[in-house]
């Protein structure tokens, strides 16, 4: 089922990030009404395998992303049960993914962030934390985006929202080549729904043409 693999790959993606998150510096006070302590904020969130410290640390646009995704699984669910038979709805459900919506009980883009993170503690070893410590924070002029450098070249993104907390953006892209399977799997069904909603047509004006011919021939027989 595609919904559960991405999960498995949403794991080791999170995985990967976490080695280059920086490991140092935990004991100080942090905010995320600056840059940096955003930033710690948030790996200590990944590190910890804090689901819902790192949903909390991403940017708005970020949590639209996996909102659309929700909000697609659902309208899915919808052309399912409208325009497939119903035994043909169990493994549509499954092979979309939509079935993930029940079984993990999915209501909302966060709910579905939670559903496919998976919590995973990383050792950090001393060669991670000297690694990964912060080298240095850019603002812009307009105090409305950061970039957080370490001292292996990563560098984390961040943007300044509205209550005035910096929030991480540099998941973005991320997210949305790991949730592109609910827009792929979305194109699939419009496809094989159009498909069926056409043979439907084809049979309806093949029984139109055979009555007409019938009402024909009955109206032109001789009497």
């Keep these: 089922m595609r919904g559960s693999v991405w999960s498995q790959r949403w794991g080791l993606a999170v995985v990967c990030c976490c080695v280059v998150l ?16 955003a930033y710690m904020i948030f790996r200590q969130a990944v590190l910890s395998g804090d689901a819902a410290g790192v949903y909390a640390a991403m940017d708005k646009e970020t949590h639209q992303v996996f909102e659309t995704r929700y909000q ?3 309208g899915m669910e919808e052309q399912i049960v409208r325009f497939l038979p119903q ?20 209501t909302s883009g966060e709910t579905l962030f939670h559903a496919v993170f998976t919590a995973q503690k990383l050792e950090v070893t001393p060669e991670i934390e000297v690694g990964t ?17 370490t001292y292996s070249g990563q560098v984390y993104r961040l943007v300044k929202e509205e209550d005035g907390v910096w929030r ?4 973005r892209e991320l997210v949305e080549q790991k949730t592109s399977w609910v827009t792929g799997n979305q194109s699939a069904l419009e496809q094989t ?8 047509s084809e049979e309806v004006d093949k029984v ?6 019938e009402e024909r021939r009955r109206t032109e027989a001789p009497k």
Excluded: F, H
């Design 22 to 37: 920086q490991g140092a510096g935990c004991a100080e006070e942090l905010t995320p009404q600056e840059p940096r302590g």
């Design 193 to 200: 729904v159009s498909d069926l909603i056409k043979e439907e």
């Design 87 to 106: 035994v043909d709805q169990k493994l549509a459900r499954q092979q979309t993914g939509v079935v993930l919506l029940k079984e993990r009980g999915i």
């Design 72 to 74: 697609t699984m659902v």
């Design 168 to 171: 991480v953006k540099s998941w």
């Design 208 to 213: 139109i043409q055979y009555i007409l011919a």
């Design 133 to 149: 410590e912060v080298s240095e924070v850019e603002v812009n002029a307009e105090e409305s985006e950061a970039a957080v450098v």
